[in-house]
């Protein structure tokens, strides 16, 4: 399957933590990065592979993943967290990449 | 430091050819792929295809049939056409450098670490 399928709204209290969750076949064999948008704006790299995060990114931004779910997990969210969030990973099955469909995370 | 810098027509009408150019700043043009992701208004992201510095390329099935992605290594710059466009394929349209990074001990992780800023194309009669 080349689908990766994501919750299409999320909402957090200011402080608490809040994971967002990626599902698909691919993700048995291939690891998801994980990407934050906010309106306006070219997307940015924050949790890649097993957990990794790129230069810049806060350590409050952590990713798992586990059988055919990729999570990305906020510890302590920040208004500035506020943003779409979108998974991909290299289908399992063809030469390409597939992206989830997006969760928009809300900061209350 | 890596910047990607694109540009290209924004207005279109239905049947012409898209066409947008991304130059690559800093940092090693060989050693990656180079892709095309799009985003349709208040909708999601869609991987349109990539190039590495060989020429070698892959699409997503759904576009392959009016897709063209071309890389001119001497410029550090790709290109990407799309013909015969419609109004489904009005989007911001975005330039991105992908990794592919082996995850030990049998698996891989692609992803998207450097992005370019988007180019509005609208396609409209």
């Known amino acids: 399957s080349s689908e990766l399928t994501q919750d299409p709204a999320v909402s957090v209290a200011l402080g608490q933590t809040v994971r967002i969750t990626c599902q698909g076949d691919s993700l048995r064999k291939y690891y998801a990065s994980w990407n934050q948008q906010k309106p306006g704006q070219a997307p940015v790299l924050v949790i890649y592979?097993?957990?990794n995060r790129p230069s810049g990114i806060p350590d409050r931004f952590s990713g798992s993943s586990s059988g055919n779910t990729a999570s990305l997990t906020i510890t302590g969210a920040q208004a500035e967290d506020e943003a779409d969030y979108y998974c991909n990973s290299r289908d399992s099955g063809a030469n390409k990449v597939v992206f989830g469909g997006g969760t928009k995370l809300t900061v209350l | 430091q890596v910047q990607l810098q694109q540009w290209g027509a924004g207005l279109l009408k239905p049947s012409e050819t898209l066409s947008l150019t991304c130059a690559v700043y800093g940092g090693s043009f060989s050693d990656y792929y180079w892709s095309w992701i799009r985003q349709p208004p208040g909708k999601g992201l869609e991987w349109i295809g990539e190039?590495?510095?060989?020429?070698?390329?892959n699409y997503s099935p759904s576009l392959k049939s009016r897709v063209t992605i071309s890389v001119d290594t001497s410029k550090n710059q790709f290109s990407l056409k799309l013909s015969s466009v419609t109004a489904a394929d009005t989007g911001v349209y975005y330039c991105?450098?992908?990794?592919?990074?082996?995850?030990?001990?049998?698996?891989?992780?692609?992803?998207?670490?450097?992005w370019g800023q988007g180019t509005l194309v609208t396609v409209s009669s």
């Open positions: 991105a450098r992908g990794q592919w990074l082996r995850v030990p001990p049998t698996s891989f992780v692609k992803y998207f670490d450097y």
């Open positions: 190039i590495n510095h060989s020429g070698s390329s």
């Open positions: 592979g097993k957990n």
